[in-house]
Each structure stands twice: as C-alpha cells, then as structure tokens.
C-alpha cells in the first residue's frame, strides 16, 4: 500500500451524507435506514420491519475481563497472572508489580545454578532466631520482664566488662563480656573479721593440727581467708586454709597458702584468695591446718583470750574437734557480690 504525497490525496464530495435526527420516528421509512434519537442519545436502524437500536460493542480499557478484545491464559513468569489484568508500568497495587514477580519464590526456576554469582549463604536465612527464640544465635535464655529492671543512677551502671564491677549495689545491672550474659547483683559483697588476739597456740605433726573460728554464714560468695600467724623454730610442709562443714567436717574450700618456713618470726596478717569464690549458707569451720614440723618447729596461730564475737567462738583439731566458745581466733574472711544471669 502506498500514500499520496503530503496535501494531495481524493477529492471530497460536495455534499457528505448525513444521518437524520429528532425526537420521534420519520414515516415511510426504508430497510437499512438510520436515524439518531436526540431524546434518547442513541442510533436506531430499520431492518424493514421495525427500528432497532445499534448496539456499539464498548471497549474495555486495558483489556480486562468483560471487553470485547479481552486477553485470557497468557501466563506471566508462570505465576498464573493473565495478561487481562496487566496494569501499565507494573505498579505496585498491580497483579504483576515487579517487586512481586521478581521474587525467587516466583519464579519458575529456582535452582543454586540459575544464581550466577550468588553463593548459598547470600540468600539462606542467616541463623537468627525470630526474636531471640530458643535455638536462635543471640538466644535470650531466661527473658528479664521490663518491670524487673531496676532504675539505676548512671554512675552505678556498668554497661559491659570482662570482670565484674567493685563494691556493686544490689540490684545493678553488669553485661559479663566473657559469659556474654546480662547479670544483676543479688548480694553486695563485704567482709567480717576479729583481730584481736593476745595469745597464740600451736600446731604441728603429732600435736594440734587445725585451728580455727566457728561461725555461721549465710549466702556468702566466700573469695579470701586470712589469719594471724607466725612460725615458732624450723617448721617445714605445707600451711593450708580452709573452710570445714561443721555438719560432718567436710571441706567446701581450700588453698594452700605456702610452706611454714616462709612465715615470719613475727605476728603478721596472712591471707589466701580461693581460686573460684564458694557459697557458704551454713555453720562453718574457718581453719588452718599444718601437720608438718614438730614440737619446737610449729606454726602459731593467734587467738584472743575473751569473747569479742558473738555467737562464735575459737576451735582446735587435737584430733578431735574441741571449742573454746569464751574465746575467738583472729581472722578475716571476705565475700563477693552474688551475680545472676537476668
């Protein structure tokens, strides 16, 4: 087919047909006539018996269902979308958004092999569980309800460390770095001691071989011992310190605290730290022991010949436990404070 040059083309007819128009009817009409009812705003034709009205066949917009030049059962990635639906420019709101379609989870095909470039754990879910669930990587053991936290002055808050903060409140808050864990101070930690003491006994291998204080603890981290000593002559073997049961003279703590011949010659403090602390919520022994040396070669522990403490009193292993309840040995012992995981 080809077209006239611009501004030539077939001359118009002098006079154009027309369709006839009113609001009723003409007489006398003819098969194939058409007429257009101004009243009623459509065309009408005679079919040689009556007027018909010419029905126009409406186009739907955007070929949706129900025009007449609809589009069905045209897949669209394989997602069941018809193209009838197609909205312009994949809007978001259209049955075939791009952000939709273009999802792996759409997608006919969806093998590692067609993710060229992408390894597995680019699109795996990573191992976070949903939030802080059991299981998860940044698992919340025991979830601490908001209420329970405590409102602390700034000064008081330690936001995290490897060790632990000193002389805490109870109830501050402390992130353990190394158990990665929240915890909360329980119990503050502290210290008692009786250093009074005006005479001293002695033990040694043969003779007594533990002494000590009787006295009751209740809930105590217990870190560090310590006590008044001085060796007496030549004394060697090992000085230990410990705490006793006094239920059945079982051991909950002990540390060696060096050889008898390191001692002074002279009254001086000595102290061990336990290399983990240890709950004491009972009546105890706070003892040391020696079974070395020999009469003349002893180690003497201080002692004060009155009551300074009450409700405790001085002890000595002959073997054989023995107490001297108007009488109180000279010691220390220090506790830390109680931390729980929150």
Known sequence: ?????????????????????????????????????????EFYIYDGANWVRWEIETHASEHEPGGADEIRDINILGTGVNLSAHRARHQAGGADDLE???????????????????????????????????GGADEITSPLPLAAIPVLPSAKFVPAAATAPTDPAVGQLWYDTTAEALK??????????????????????????????????????????????????????DVTFTIRRVS???????KVWGDAS??????????VTFD???????AVRLCVEFSGGGPLNEVCVWSQKTDVKAGEYRTIYKPGWVDFTGEDTAYKVTWDPQWAIV
């Open 1 to 41: 087919m080809s077209y006239p040059p611009q501004g030539v083309g077939p001359a118009r007819p002098a006079a154009a047909a027309s369709i006839a128009s009113g609001t009723s009817f003409p007489p006398a009409p003819s098969a194939g006539d058409c007429f257009y009812r101004t009243d009623l705003k």
């Open 100 to 134: 939709s379609l273009l999802r792996l989870s759409n997608l006919a095909e969806r093998s590692h092999d067609s993710l060229t470039g992408v390894t597995p754990d680019q699109h795996h879910p990573q191992l976070h569980a949903a939030s802080h669930a059991s």
């Open 184 to 237: 909360v101070c329980k119990s503050s930690g502290g210290s008692d001691e009786q250093p009074e003491s005006n005479q001293y006994s002695s033990l040694y291998g043969g003779g007594n071989t533990r002494m000590g204080q009787y006295k009751v603890l209740s809930n105590k981290y217990v870190s560090k011992l310590g006590f008044w000593l001085h060796k007496y002559g030549s004394p060697t073997g």
């Open 248 to 254: 059945d003279d079982s051991i909950i703590a002990s």
């Open 262 to 271: 390191a001692l002074s010659t002279e009254k001086s403090y000595e102290e």
């Open 276 to 282: 983990t602390p240890v709950l004491v919520n009972e």
